[in-house]
């Protein structure tokens, strides 16, 4: 089964710490020796832009924006089920939970459609 | 407890136990049926107390500083001599917080311990059929049942393998430890191979009613990808994940709406994963850089498909060249059937039937269904169709897989030889 993990965070005033950096590194390492993770990606701050259609309406919306969390990641999983991708990021979460006090930020784990799954 | 907490349990374990196992099974001094038995033990416990007390926050140091818990009894209850409740006796619920009590197991270099894990359950000792059961036990993490199920055979027979494959080891003399260096390469194709076929077990299943079963496709993928992370320079551990890669992107068109296998020509490509082929193309470069192999060949000859918009546009010259190399590296009967395939889509049905022909006189072939399906489409494709009907027939008659044998029991029906499949193996 496969799963996008996509990151919305705030970050606190103060910088991330070496700890941190070296503690995702070794996770990720982890998680890609494990075979799970197929695909990452960091998204670059304040590069967003909103093309919306609401009441018939389309429109175009540079930022900045006001919202304080920001799209920050994506990982791709290949895992056997739904609790190995939230074990995988419930992991990574914790680690900035303890490395990066007044961080706030939340993973969203969504399922990727299969585009052929035999029948059941 | 809630399903979704046992799910939990086996997901954390899945991640864990491979880790685990290689550290007791060192710590043991080698004993891997004591390993595996205190690792289950110790999943059990975690099973038990998980959701009485809640999740440990760390929950791998946890299972691995109550897996030390059970040694240590282990050891203690050895050295008293009662062997009896030596493993079984920790039935009662655990009251001690294990979690704040990680030992030095942690710090201990694991990534040699987990490829020998590796190579044990690979051991060349062991019937295929117990390395497969005995690797995906300890390495991939796999409950019993789970194995029972990838595989279609009962609990017990899955649980029987297991046993078997410990107990062989025992008698068999085989050490916890890395082979030499001179061993080392035959080991590691060992392992390659046990991977490969759990993966063709998945991708075209050997008998069943299922055509595929991709989970099992996708157990494989993560293992090679395990065996790549630990021996980063092997060429073929790599040319291996490409090949099951790109086979493994094929997987959503392989089939249609009702389950009926889809062969190559008639697959709808835009159905292929394209993630997977992106990765397979990068892993077939880094293979071909580090020297390749009988694998990176085959990776080479999928990527020609996953390269081709559709069966015409296939750089069949190449695969063809491809295949030459390969049974020089590797002499197979079945290499040469798909030589011969790929030599009737670069030069004609005629030239392909021809090199068939010089096959047909290998028992092996004669008894194989994907070489008299392969010879009824270029009879069908030369309009021989009595003759290419009679090869259908003998293709379903061999053909343990229910789904892929109706497909040939159809090809023989249709006379009209209207409706066209190619039948590459790969």
Not at chain 2, 141 to 169: H, P
Not at chain 2, 238 to 250: C, D, N, T
Not at chain 2, 312 to 333: E, G, M, N
Request: charged share 25%; with cysteine.
């Amino acid at each position: 089964m496969r799963y996008l993990s996509v990151l919305f965070a705030s970050q606190p005033d103060t910088s991330p710490s070496a700890e941190l950096f070296q503690a995702i590194a070794t996770l990720g390492q982890e998680a890609a020796a494990a075979g799970v993770m197929l695909d990452m990606g960091g998204l670059l701050p304040q590069t967003r832009t909103d093309v919306t259609v609401e009441s018939e309406e389309l429109s175009v919306l540079d930022g900045p924006f006001t919202e304080t969390k920001e799209l920050v990641s994506y990982v791709v999983y290949e895992v056997r089920s739904k609790e190995d991708v939230v074990e995988w990021t419930r992991r990574f979460m914790d680690i900035h939970r303890e490395l990066w006090p007044g961080w706030t930020g939340t993973s969203q784990i969504v399922q990727v459609m299969p585009t052929g799954e035999p029948p059941a | 407890m809630t399903d979704s907490l046992a799910d939990t349990v086996a997901a954390v374990w899945r991640i864990e136990s491979a880790r685990l196992t290689a550290a007791l099974a060192r710590r043991t001094g080698g004993d891997l049926a004591l390993a595996e038995d205190l690792a289950s033990d110790t999943f059990a416990a975690a099973l038990r107390q998980w959701p009485v007390d809640g999740v440990p926050r760390h929950p791998g140091s946890w299972l691995m500083a109550t897996a030390h818990h059970r040694l240590v009894d282990h050891a203690r209850r050895r050295t008293t001599g009662d062997r009896k409740h030596m493993i079984y006796a920790a039935d009662q619920p655990e009251h001690h917080d294990p979690t704040e009590e990680v030992t030095d197991m942690l710090d201990d270099p694991v990534r040699d311990d987990e490829l020998t894990l590796i190579l044990m359950s690979c051991h060349p000792t062991l019937s295929r059929e117990n390395q497969i059961a005995l690797t995906l036990k300890v390495v991939a993490g796999l409950q019993t049942a789970e194995i029972a199920r990838a595989f279609l055979v009962s609990e017990t027979t899955a649980a029987q393998r297991i046993v078997r494959a410990k107990r062989r080891l025992a008698t068999a003399g085989a050490r916890f430890e890395m082979p030499g260096a001179a061993d080392l390469p035959a080991r590691l194709g060992v392992v390659l191979a046990v991977i490969y076929a759990i993966f063709n077990e998945g991708y075209a299943s050997a008998a069943g009613e299922d055509w595929t079963r991709p989970e099992l496709c996708h157990d494989a993928l993560r293992l090679g990808r395990r065996v790549v992370a630990l021996q980063p320079e092997h060429p073929e551990a790599r040319g291996l994940v490409a090949l099951m890669e790109l086979q493994a992107s094929r997987l959503p068109a392989r089939h249609s709406a009702d389950g009926s296998p889809v062969l190559l020509e008639d697959q709808d490509r835009r159905r292929w994963d394209r993630l997977l082929i992106r990765r397979g193309l990068e892993g077939l470069a880094q293979a071909g850089e580090l020297g390749g192999g009988p694998y990176t060949l085959q990776a080479e000859i999928a990527a020609c498909h996953a390269r081709a918009a559709d069966i015409t546009a296939t750089d069949w010259r190449r695969i063809a060249a491809l295949y030459v190399v390969l049974r020089h590296l590797t002499p197979s009967p079945v290499l040469d059937l798909n030589h011969a395939v790929a030599v009737s889509r670069a030069d004609g049905p005629a030239a392909g039937l021809k090199r068939l022909d010089a096959l047909t006189e290998v028992s092996s072939m004669q008894r194989y269904p994907l070489f008299h399906a392969a010879r009824g489409d270029m009879l069908e494709r030369l309009g021989r169709l009595p003759e290419a009907a009679a090869a259908f027939h003998r293709a379903a008659e061999l053909e343990a897989n229910q789904a892929l044998r109706a497909v040939f029991v159809r090809r023989a029906e249709q006379r009209n030889g209207d409706h066209r499949q190619s039948f590459d193996t790969m």
